[in-house]
């Protein structure tokens, strides 16, 4: 594998499920991030893990809850959910060298029912 | 706060036409600019990046041109394929703001027509 791959791709959950996202990079990167992208809408970053610590919050509800056990994997922990959740979740890595440049993952597109 | 406004789409073109796709930005420090590209079905890719005033970014034909007078760094392409089918996203990062964090705007669809 290479890049940053993402599973599952699709996932179909109903509001009382617990489910998981699961995010790798196998680029040496040591920051990882969560976006949310809705149709219509700017890509809304979640969360930001720089050499395991999270780093940044964008005052995201606690339904989603981030894991990031080491600095190639990052994991999506969801319960709970509201349809308005349906959404393409990316993963994205970078190196903390000043460059910002990030790499995406294919993304898991999330159906609420 | 940070902020990118690009052209709204979609976007239609005939094969072989100029592409021209605006995005305009505001930041508080001194910003490098993105324009990734999101292929169907696919995450985002970084398609080219500028750093500095004046710098160009170019890539598979396309190129764009950090514009600090005009705040601007829009994205052209002298011949696109039906293969540039694509959403394209201007971004920026603030390196003055001290965070990791990318602003995105809200892309631009290009459907490229045989």
């Known amino acids: 594998e290479t890049g940053v791959t993402q599973t599952p791709r699709h996932l179909v959950m109903g509001m009382t499920n617990k489910k998981s996202l699961k995010c790798e990079q196998h680029?040496?990167?040591?920051?990882m991030y969560w976006y949310k992208q809705s149709a219509k809408k700017p890509l809304e970053l979640m969360f930001v893990?720089?050499?395991?610590?999270?780093?940044e919050n964008n005052s995201v509800p606690s339904r989603f809850s981030p894991e990031c056990p080491n600095s190639s994997h990052l994991f999506l922990h969801l319960h709970t959910l509201q349809p308005e959740d349906s959404a393409l979740y990316l993963c994205?890595?970078?190196?903390?060298?000043?460059?910002?440049?990030?790499?995406f993952g294919p993304g898991t597109r999330l159906t609420v029912t | 706060g940070d902020s990118v406004t690009q052209m709204e789409g979609p976007v239609t073109l005939s094969e072989e036409a100029f592409l021209t796709i605006n995005c305009t930005y505001t930041?508080?420090?001194?910003?490098?600019l993105f324009w990734y590209v999101q292929y169907p079905g696919e995450g985002l890719q970084l398609l080219l990046k500028?750093?500095?005033?004046?710098d160009k970014g170019s890539n598979k034909g396309f190129e764009a041109t950090y514009r600090k007078e005009t705040t601007s760094f829009h994205l052209e392409k002298g011949s696109v394929q039906v293969s540039d089918s694509a959403v394209y996203f201007c971004?920026?990062?603030?390196?003055?703001?001290?965070?990791?964090?990318?602003?995105f705007g809200k892309g631009t669809k290009l459907s490229v027509i045989p």
């Open positions: 500028a750093t500095k005033a004046d």
């Open positions: 930041a508080t420090g001194y910003p490098s």
């Open positions: 971004a920026l990062s603030d390196q003055g703001a001290g965070s990791y964090q990318l602003t």
């Open positions: 680029l040496g990167h040591n920051a």
């Open positions: 994205a890595s970078s190196q903390d060298d000043g460059s910002y440049e990030q790499y």
């Open positions: 893990y720089n050499f395991k610590e999270q780093t």
